[in-house]
């Protein structure tokens, strides 16, 4: 399948890593449907992937709505005709102790990054196209933990499980799946991070740095690429070395 012919979907499209991914991808030569919760920001973003010579266009939702997924693939469909790449990347992140952290938080963050990962999977699995890619950005907190994050770290483990077990359900009809894990990356959630945690991160990275949002944009537009065909179920670290 020719790069021009695919269309992908990029949930948190709008904003750091998900932007950085939505650009690339329409670099590429996709046609890329953004769902974003801030229309505003969104259709900069498109703006600026057509002003490059991609196409690209909005769509205002909210994952936390089971609806929210369905709807995005009934847009992206009438505008373009199908969808052979989801990449999963909304989510809810805040930091603070395990300890501290109330019910209504834990339903939060289930809501956000375990329910919805759960309902795009869903959706995904029986309307993407053959020779598909389901990409979803997950976190390396899942395999190095960092105070404050536990919340956030199992609802993203809880999608790579999830992740795994389609591979095999969807491998069939040559559909990948696959979860990418960033480290600290430079974005508006570094803002909730305190710097001893940031210096600490670049000195446990061989690299000598943070990730930057084209890091793992360049991850993606690869898995969701021809290139990517033969690799699927796998978790993958995109930390600089750190894990």
């Known amino acids: 399948?020719?790069?021009?012919?695919r269309v992908a979907v990029v949930t948190g499209g709008s904003r750091g890593i998900g932007q950085?991914?939505?650009?690339?991808?329409?670099?590429a030569g996709m046609r890329v449907v953004i769902g974003s919760?801030?229309?505003?920001?969104?259709a900069r973003v498109v703006a600026q992937i057509k002003d490059a010579g991609g196409q690209a266009i909005p769509v205002r939702t909210?994952?936390?709505?089971?609806?929210?997924?369905?709807?995005?693939?009934?847009?992206?469909?009438s505008h373009y005709g199908h969808v052979d790449v989801w990449v999963n990347n909304a989510s809810t992140?805040?930091?603070?102790?395990?300890?501290?952290?109330?019910?209504?938080?834990?339903?939060?963050?289930?809501?956000?990054?375990?329910?919805?990962?759960?309902?795009a999977l869903r959706e995904a699995a029986r309307r993407i196209r053959d020779h598909g890619r389901i990409i979803l950005i997950s976190s390396?907190?899942?395999?190095?933990?960092?105070?404050?994050?536990?919340?956030?770290?199992?609802?993203?483990?809880?999608?790579?499980?999830?992740?795994?077990?389609?591979?095999?359900?969807?491998?069939?009809?040559?559909?990948?799946?696959?979860?990418?894990?960033?480290?600290?990356t430079h974005t508006d959630v570094l803002k909730t991070v305190p710097p001893h945690v940031i210096e600490d991160a670049k000195a446990r990275t061989p690299l000598?740095?943070?990730?930057?949002?084209a890091d793992i944009a360049d991850i993606v537009a690869f898995l969701a690429s021809d290139a990517g065909r033969w690799i699927t179920g796998q978790t993958i670290n995109a930390a600089g070395g750190m894990i």
């Open 1 to 5: 399948m020719r790069t021009e012919e």
């Open 20 to 27: 950085a991914i939505s650009g690339r991808l329409a670099a």
């Open 37 to 42: 919760r801030d229309q505003e920001i969104a």
């Open 62 to 77: 909210d994952i936390t709505r089971p609806a929210a997924v369905k709807e995005l693939f009934d847009t992206a469909e």
């Open 93 to 119: 992140a805040t930091a603070g102790p395990l300890s501290h952290a109330t019910d209504d938080d834990f339903d939060r963050y289930v809501d956000a990054n375990v329910r919805a990962t759960f309902v």
């Open 140 to 184: 390396a907190l899942t395999v190095s933990p960092l105070p404050g994050m536990a919340l956030l770290a199992a609802g993203k483990a809880a999608g790579d499980q999830l992740a795994r077990t389609l591979a095999w359900e969807v491998g069939s009809r040559s559909v990948t799946v696959n979860s990418v894990l960033p480290g600290l």
């Open 208 to 213: 000598g740095r943070l990730g930057e949002p």
